[in-house]
C-alpha cells in the first residue's frame, strides 16, 4: 500500500484558519500582531521566502514590516536595523532572513535580536531554554521547521512514545532543535541524529520507525533503506535542472506508512509555526 501523504499544506492551511480565529479575538482586546523581515542584498530565492511571509501575515490579519538593505550594507547598517525591529511597538517578532551578505559576523548579528522578539526560536537564549526544559511547555517560541513536524505527526496522529526517530542532517535551524523536542516528556521518542561521518547510514534508516531527512542531497533516501510503515519527513530540498528535489526517493511512498512530499509537506508547516509563533510573542507582550 502506498504511504499515507502528510499533505503540509492542507493543514498549515486549517491552522492558518485557527490563526485568524486568534488574532480577530487579540485585535477586539487593542492588541495587533506584527511581523518584521528583514532582507539585506537581492537573493532570489529570499526575496521569495520574504514576500511569501508577508502574503501569509496578510491572509490571517497580521501586521507586516518589512525592512529592505542593500547588498552593500554594512555590520553596522544591519545592527542599527535590528535594533529598529528592537524598539518598535507595532513589531510582535521579527526575523532576520538568511543567509546574510558574506563579510558580515551572522551570529553576532543574530545575538543582537531581543530573545523577546525571536520569531524564529533560534537566539541562544531560547535554544538555551529549549535544552535545560526537558518537560512540559515552555514560554519561548520554538523553532519553526521542528515545532512543524511535530505538528503534523500530531494532527495525523503518528505515534512517538517509545519510537526511535533518526534525524539526519545535525544543523541548528532542524537537526539539533528538533532533537530536543522529540525527546522532550509527552514526545518521548528515542532520538539518534546522523550526518555525512555517520557509518552504516543505511543501517540506522532501516532500524527508524521516524525518519527526517534534512540534508539536501537528491533521492538519498532510498525504498531498501526504509523500514515498512515508517513515516518519512522529506526536509531537504535542492533545485535541479528537473526542479526543486527533495532529499527523499519518491518510490519510498510504496514502503512507508506515511510520507511528506516535498514540495509541499514540511515548507508550508515551516511558514504558518512562524505566525503562531507571532501570535504567541503578540499575546506575552500584551
Known amino acids: 500500500m502506498a504511504a499515507q ?25 487593542g492588541i495587533t500582531p506584527g511581523l518584521g523581515t528583514l532582507l539585506v542584498g537581492d537573493n532570489p530565492g529570499s526575496q521569495s521566502y520574504v514576500a511569501g511571509k508577508h502574503r501569509d501575515c496578510q491572509q490571517v490579519g497580521i501586521e507586516s514590516i518589512r525592512v529592505d538593505l542593500p547588498s552593500t550594507a554594512s555590520e553596522i547598517d544591519i545592527e542599527y536595523a535590528i535594533n529598529d525591529l528592537n524598539s518598535a511597538p507595532e513589531v510582535s517578532g521579527f526575523i532576520v532572513q538568511l543567509p546574510l551578505p558574506g563579510g558580515v559576523d551572522t551570529n553576532k548579528l543574530l545575538e543582537v535580536i531581543d530573545p523577546k522578539k525571536d520569531a524564529d526560536g533560534l537566539h541562544p537564549i531560547n535554544l538555551g531554554r529549549l535544552v535545560l526544559n526537558a518537560s512540559g511547555d515552555i514560554s519561548t517560541p520554538l523553532p519553526c521547521t521542528p515545532s512543524g ?8 496522529e503518528i505515534e512517538t512514545k517509545g519510537k526511535k526517530a533518526l534525524i539526519i542532517g545535525r544543523g541548528v535551524t532542524v537537526g ?11 514526545v518521548d521518542a528515542t ?19 521516524i525518519v527526517v531527512a534534512a540534508t539536501g542531497v537528491p533521492h538519498m533516501i532510498r525504498p531498501e533503506d526504509i523500514k515498512p510503515g515508517a513515516a518519512v519527513f522529506d526536509v ?20 512507508a506508512g506515511w510520507m511528506s512530499p516535498n514540495p509541499g509537506g514540511v515548507g508550508p508547516m515551516t511558514r504558518v509555526m512562524l505566525l503562531k509563533n507571532v501570535l504567541q510573542l503578540a499575546k506575552t507582550d500584551s
Open 5 to 29: 501523504v502528510i499533505d503540509g499544506k492542507k493543514t498549515a492551511a486549517e491552522i492558518k484558519d485557527e490563526i485568524s480565529i486568534e488574532v480577530s479575538k487579540l485585535k477586539t482586546e
Open 149 to 156: 513536524i511535530l505538528e503534523l505527526c500530531r494532527r495525523f
Open 176 to 186: 539539533r532543535p528538533l532533537g530536543l523536542l522529540l525527546t522532550r516528556k509527552g
Open 191 to 209: 532520538v539518534q541524529i546522523a550526518h555525512s561521518s555517520s557509518l552504516d547510514l543505511p543501517e540506522l534508516i532501516s532500524d527508524a520507525d
Open 236 to 255: 531537504g530540498i535542492t533545485r535541479t535542472e528537473n526542479g526543486l528535489v527533495g532529499d527523499v526517493h519518491p518510490d519510498v511512498a510504496n514502503i
